[in-house]
């Protein structure tokens, strides 16, 4: 299995639908019914989850009129921010086929689907045309794509120029191997974390040039212990990670927070402008 078949194959779990509205349910929210703030615990699938994206967002300054690419959308819950908070409409790709029609389907309950739509696809051949964005996003991908210099440079052809695109991915930052298995993959075949300096050197030679880059490690952290301590408060809410990431979700998000914890990643947000 090559590797985009093999990560695809990491996220899919063949029941993820009906998994999440069981849920929700036992949640306490309509199915039927969502808001954004229904989900804010489950579909924002990054470190610093709903607050990282907010910020974001706010750094990236887009407005209504524009028409933004989430690059890996996973379930939605980036894109669906972005139109509702500020007004864009919004197209998301991801590589697994069943985080489109899980994404699709919340949006629809979300009463967003006039606003943001999804496409299943690779990040490395984005099937768009040139030119044909007006900003983009990547929440949490890169951690998955060996060849960051390709993945870039699609990024930057579909965009036009002097378009904004927000990277948000987790960084290597200290000396020491990875614990796995991590949110994103079950061992070192599907991962590729690098330091900042690498994806500084991809951007620019697909040309870009960064207008801001800042860590949220002491976001993620804080975030990370309000949640346990939530938990040990009121115990484990229907909505949390193990939607996603199934029965050994804790071993998981264990393991990347240690490692956020000793210095060896951190998330780390990139604004940076098409020229």
């Not at 991908?141 to 579909?158: H, P, Q, S, W, Y």
């Not at 070192?188 to 860590?215: D, H």
Request: glycine letters at 10%; proline letters at 5%.
């Amino acid at each position: 299995m090559d590797i985009e078949g093999a990560v695809a194959s990491h996220y899919t779990q063949g029941s993820l639908e009906r998994t999440l509205f069981a849920a929700l349910e036992a949640a306490g929210k309509d199915p039927d019914h969502l808001t954004t703030g229904d989900l804010a615990g489950i579909d924002e699938f990054h470190l610093g989850w709903a607050a990282a994206t907010e910020e974001l967002a706010e750094d990236l300054g887009f407005t209504h009129a524009m028409h933004v690419l989430d690059v890996g959308s996973g379930i939605g819950g980036p894109a669906r921010h972005l139109a509702q908070a500020l007004g864009c409409s919004v197209t998301g790709i991801d590589l697994t086929a069943e985080f489109v029609t899980v994404a699709e389907a919340v949006t629809r309950r979300c009463h967003l689907s006039g606003r943001v739509s999804f496409v299943q696809g690779s990040a490395l051949a984005l099937p768009f045309e040139t030119a044909s964005f007006d900003g983009a996003t990547l929440f949490h991908v890169g951690m998955n794509i060996a060849d960051k210099d390709t993945l870039f440079r699609e990024i930057r052809r579909v965009l036009r120029p002097g378009a904004r695109f927000g990277v948000y991915d987790i960084m290597h930052q200290g000396k020491g191997d990875l614990p796995y298995p991590m949110p994103w993959a079950m061992s070192s075949a599907t991962s590729f974390v690098e330091p900042p300096s690498r994806y500084r050197q991809a951007l620019a030679q697909a040309g870009f040039s960064l207008e801001l880059e800042r860590s949220h490690r002491d976001l993620a952290l804080r975030l990370g212990r309000e949640m346990r301590e939530k938990v040990a408060r009121d115990g484990p809410s229907p909505l949390g990670p193990q939607v996603l990431m199934g029965e050994n979700a804790a071993l998981r998000i264990g393991n990347v927070m240690s490692a956020l914890a000793d210095g060896l990643i951190a998330p780390i947000e990139m604004i940076v402008r098409a020229g």
